[in-house]
């Protein structure tokens, strides 16, 4: 866990360069987040909604199995020397009114050496990266005087998103603009260039938030984006390699994703196949698109669900080779390898 003084604790500028560190979740005592209804109605499968309330904690059995899930995708990481930095085991999110551990990159992305934490919209999320997160975001700190944490500002906490006489811009979304909220998720690094999406999560003073905290040099660039239901791009795009993205042609156009200078030449290529909702575990908070949450390690090997076929099959004809890990209960608890990670290095 300790690197020599001349390597860097956080440094990534893309998706797809040979990463070298990382942060890979724990699911502690996971809950069902508890947020208002319409922001629940708004994001989550419709059959769930009911489970989304205060202490409603996951069942023991998925929780216990995404745990070893967790722990298999961290020890495949490890072996392939990968710095891998872990949250503290157990946490109750039970007693903390909170979600879980085991999707840090909805609340942290790092760019260039900066690592952002998310300004959260859902307060039962206020306090996750403090609580799973604030040990290692110190020891990434102490590690490396050139990284720069920027931790969530109090003001953030204001619990003022759906009040109803600040809507008037809410446009499509369930919350306003009454403070900066976004979540990480719901951002890609494509060089100098963040490319995001507006959603029930992130709004402009959001955006605004996360460009003033950017490097020099750095600039965020919204897509166009038809989904009305969005919460996190990472089941819309997924660049493979540097020159070669997949995305969800069901949530974003070609011409969408072609219209940033940054993607002009990439070869785009349209997830070819329906994904099919699995029978059990139940995805309770996701759509089966998370076939598009993988990990690319260096821009030649995915990790991808172990179960996935059609999926590895079509990495494989991309020039991708395809590492399986199980993964489907993590699935069920609300992500998939992107959500459950965080890169901190990437060469
Ligand atoms: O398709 O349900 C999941 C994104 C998880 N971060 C979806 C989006």
New binding site residues.
Partial sequence: MHPSSSTPSVHADDEVSPLKAVIVGRAGRACFPAAPPAMIAATMPEAHIHRFKPKSPFPDNIIEKAEAELDCFAAILKAEGIRVYRPPKGIDWLAENGYTGAMPR?GLISVGKTLIEAPFAWPCRSREIELAYGDILKELAAEDSHARIVRRPEETFANTLLDEDESDEKGPWVINNSRPAFDA?DFMRFGTVILGQYSHVTNQAGVDYLQKHLPEGYRVEMLEVNDPNA??I??TILPLRKGLLVYNPKKITEAALRAHEVLKNWDLRPYPFIPQEPTEPPLYM??P??SL?ALVLDGLRIVVEASDDITVEWYEQLGMTCIRCPFKHVNSIG?SFH?ATVDLVRE
Avoid: E, P, Y
């Fill in positions: 909805d998720a919460m996190h990472d089941a996701t759509s698109w998370l949450n992500g959500c």
